[in-house]
């Protein structure tokens, strides 16, 4: 399957932390499809391995490397009927 990556674009700068899933969600869009992205905890703490573990830690983690985010989601991102990938 032909990689949609160049569609995909992160309009909406939101962020949350899920404490259930341990990850950070953000979403991007492709045209109008909403796509979710969850960031592990295991990711964040590895881009910043002095950040802390509370919430409050993993979304600065998340702001300070949110342009190496956007381009790993870019990369994953397979178009097709999937809506929500995890970064790992």
């Known amino acids: 399957m032909k ?3 160049v569609a995909l674009t992160f ?3 939101s962020r ?3 404490p259930s899933r341990h990850c950070v969600c953000f979403w991007g869009y492709d045209n109008s499809r909403e ?3 969850l960031v592990d905890d295991a990711m964040l703490t590895k881009l ?3 950040a802390g573990t509370g919430e409050p830690a993993l979304l600065a983690a998340f702001d300070r490397n949110r342009e190496r985010i956007l381009g790993l989601a870019k990369n994953l991102y397979t178009g097709g009927p999937q809506n929500r990938y995890t970064i790992s």
């Open 16 to 18: 949350s932390y899920d």
């Open 3 to 5: 990689k949609s990556a």
């Open 11 to 13: 309009p909406n700068p």
């Open 35 to 37: 796509i979710s992205f």
């Open 48 to 50: 910043n391995p002095d």
